[in-house]
């Protein structure tokens, strides 16, 4: 049973990947998927977009879970990324609220679409002073909601 519950997570990765690849393969990121398999919260998967030393690396456990972006040894979250791009907290599409698994996929693709180009496109500089900014962000902001 486990097995299935597993291939179920590792499916709805992949159907979350695609809706992503429209977005990030024309932009020279390939998808992987680097795991699957049950923890103490239940079955999991997790994939990642990578293109050098850059990647978006993601988990589904029963929505969209951790999403996090990559450039060699730093790396911020979704939430403080575009907190960093924003200017606002808690004013992105991702997390988003549905009782559709794969809505999690379209949300952060819609933000990815709108506030995603440090990541796509910008240069390996400019990706680093935002993660830097949204590090930064992170440790001086309350997290209560505003």
């Known amino acids: 049973m486990t097995a299935n519950l597993v291939d179920d997570k590792i499916n709805m990765l992949r159907s979350g990947a695609e809706l ?3 977005l990030l393969v024309p932009n020279g990121f390939t ?3 680097l795991g699957s398999g049950k923890g103490s919260g239940g079955t999991f998967a997790s994939g990642q977009f ?3 030393e850059r990647w978006l690396e993601f988990h589904f456990r029963y ?3 951790m999403v996090s972006y990559h450039l060699g040894s730093r790396s911020m979250s979704h939430e403080n990324f575009m ?3 924003m200017g606002k907290r808690h004013a992105s599409k991702y997390p988003g609220f549905s ?3 794969i809505d999690g996929f379209r949300h952060l693709l819609a933000d990815l679409e709108e506030h995603g180009a440090d ?3 910008g240069t390996d500089d400019c990706l680093l002073q935002r993660i830097e900014q949204a590090n ?3 440790k001086s902001t309350p997290h209560l909601p505003e």
């Open 20 to 22: 992503l690849a429209s």
């Open 31 to 33: 998808f992987e998927i």
């Open 50 to 52: 990578q293109r050098g």
């Open 63 to 65: 929505s969209l879970g």
């Open 83 to 85: 907190h960093a791009v």
């Open 99 to 101: 009782d559709l698994p």
């Open 119 to 121: 990541f796509l496109t």
């Open 136 to 138: 930064h962000l992170a």
